[in-house]
């Protein structure tokens, strides 16, 4: 009798076991619905305010300067030795072929189509949008929001609209500055150090790329990873429990959304364009 | 609704999770007086001020402010009947990247196309009501608590709003800052013909200025009407709490299960 009881309770154990896990399942991808839904409402709302960013042009130059201008170092400094690196390997790689001129050229081509909008969109993440996510977060917890609402300024066009449009403006020209610090680093290691031909380099870069076809997609690739960052970088802020485990959560999660969103987002776009 | 009402609650139903933070309560704030709203802390005073600000929902009833259902408005004119509201907030809520000088120009230079000059005289009067004129070049992280709500009450003021909402005021005040806050709250009032909502559990103070008190625990209005009539009322619950006695029908504990049979379940 005793031993029928005891199987009894294992196996209720074990039953509790499984529906707590189809609970937990059910209740996680419930919470992952809902936050999604409430991100596109979040994006909804926050679309009609982004003109008056530009209305605001004081908001948006102080905007453009943390996001953009305090950007600046990491990624030029990022540029300068991603492309001295591409420069060093693709010469290893093309002199055994006998056309290490042709190093220019593909330096320039993947700065332009894949590492200039990637690496300077996970950058931008991890400086900009942790640091965006961060501050709205705080506050929030601090009741500075809540307080705008009362002084009856709408924080959606005081301070979501100007964060977004400095991203969008920035991302692009910081991955241009990006771009160009590399090609300089490819050619100082190429022909200032490798001894490559000058005129070659040059010459070889001229010829295979493309305005439209490599500039232009590099371009498009940068603003489309710039509306990504911006957009998760400020839900997770609006949407931050208001504690200080909540909004290092949240900032967290920015980072880690975006640079999967931007990786994943290249690979789509990168199908499509090329 | 009459005149004399500016604020009307009616059949306020609001829930946090499943615990009810207001059961159908039904209040009018009469035009051009200090009403205290007060109650034991968790009872959700700040959470009724969120709602009459209509930055909350509430799960039924409605509230009117000056003939406006205002959850039934839309953003724009929501926004508009803000203008008209001051909210002096528990934590301050000062804008942390700007300086005191600059918090209190803020509504002024969001709303109004003021010259510099006066603005600059504005703000000084403002922060020479509250006594820290001389503070105004201090960032807020170097004020104290008590002086950032000082800062916010003259924000909340700046644009001479017909309806202000005090949120716990004397908490953290000195016994002097509280002295000069109180006569400030009330000269503010009765000078330039506000109607103020004082949220407190400071009975005292709250009660020298008050002209009508109403008591809230546990989602219900346990007593309404005038100072005298608090003070002299019948009611156990009230005069538990305007005499801070510790034994009372007002529950001191936040709801659970009683103690033995919570420890009964553990044990076994």
């Known amino acids: ?274 | 609704m009459s005149d004399q009402t500016l604020i009307e609650i009616k059949d306020l139903t609001f829930l946090r999770g499943e615990r009810k933070i207001f059961d159908g309560i039904s209040l009018k704030i009469p035009k051009g007086k200090v009403t205290a709203i007060m109650g034991p802390s968790g009872t959700g005073k700040t959470t009724l001020l969120k709602l009459i600000a209509g930055q909350l929902k509430p799960d039924s009833g409605e509230i009117w402010v000056e003939g406006e259902n205002v959850h039934k408005l839309a953003r724009k004119k929501l926004y508009g009947l803000r203008r008209k509201m001051g909210m002096l907030f528990q934590s301050g809520a000062l804008l942390t990247d700007l300086n005191v000088f600059d918090n209190v120009a803020f509504p002024l230079r969001e709303h109004t196309k003021l010259p510099e000059e006066i603005i600059n005289s504005l703000v000084d009067m403002k922060l020479q009501a509250v006594g820290l004129r001389g503070a105004k070049n201090l960032m807020p992280s170097q004020l104290s608590g008590g002086m950032s709500r000082r800062v916010a009450l003259a924000r909340g003021i700046a644009l001479d709003p017909e309806m202000i909402f005090y949120d716990e005021p004397f908490v953290g005040q000195d016994p002097i800052t509280m002295g000069v806050l109180v006569e400030l709250i009330s000269k503010l009032n009765h000078s330039l013909g506000l109607t103020s909502v004082v949220v407190s559990h400071d009975v005292n103070e709250v009660l020298s200025i008050a002209d009508y008190v109403c008591v809230i625990s546990e989602g219900k209005i346990i007593a309404e009407g005038s100072k005298e009539e608090i003070l002299q009322g019948e009611s156990e619950y009230v005069n538990q709490f305007v005499k801070g006695l510790p034994d009372g029908p007002v529950p001191f504990h936040y709801p659970v299960k009683p103690y033995l049979s919570e420890s009964d379940g553990a044990v076994n």
Do not use: C
């Open chain 1, 1 to 274: 009798m005793g031993l029928l009881i005891k199987t009894m309770q294992k196996r209720s154990i074990k039953l509790n076991g499984l529906i707590g896990l189809l609970q937990k399942t059910g209740h996680n991808s419930l919470q992952i619905l809902a936050s999604v839904g409430r991100g596109a409402m979040f994006i909804m709302s926050l679309l009609p305010a982004l003109p008056y960013s530009f209305w605001r042009f004081d908001l948006l130059v102080k905007q453009i300067y943390v996001a953009g201008v305090l950007s600046l170092p990491i990624i030029l400094t990022a540029g300068l030795f991603v492309g001295m690196v591409m420069s060093l390997q693709g010469y290893n790689v093309l002199v055994d072929y006998n056309s290490e001129e042709a190093v220019g050229s593909m330096t320039a081509l993947s700065l332009l189509r894949e590492l200039g909008p990637v690496i300077s969109a996970l950058l931008f993440a991890g400086r900009a949008g942790s640091a965006l996510t961060a501050e709205i977060g705080l506050m929030r917890s601090t009741e500075q929001i809540s307080a705008l609402e009362m002084m009856a300024i709408d924080p959606l066009k005081h301070i979501y609209a100007p964060r977004f449009s400095a991203g969008l403006i920035t991302l692009p020209l910081l991955t241009l500055l990006f771009i160009a610090l590399g090609i300089i680093g490819g050619y100082m290691v190429a022909v200032g150090w490798l001894g490559v031909d000058e005129g070659a380099f040059w010459s070889q870069m001229n010829s295979h790329v493309d305005w439209r076809e490599d500039v232009v997609n590099g371009i498009i690739k940068s603003v489309a990873f710039a509306i990504l960052i911006s957009m998760i970088a400020l839900f997770q802020g609006f949407n931050a429990i208001p504690t200080s485990e909540g909004v290092s959560n949240a900032t967290t999660k920015t980072v880690v959304h975006s640079s999967l969103g931007v990786l994943g987002l290249d690979f789509v776009l990168t199908a499509v364009m090329f």
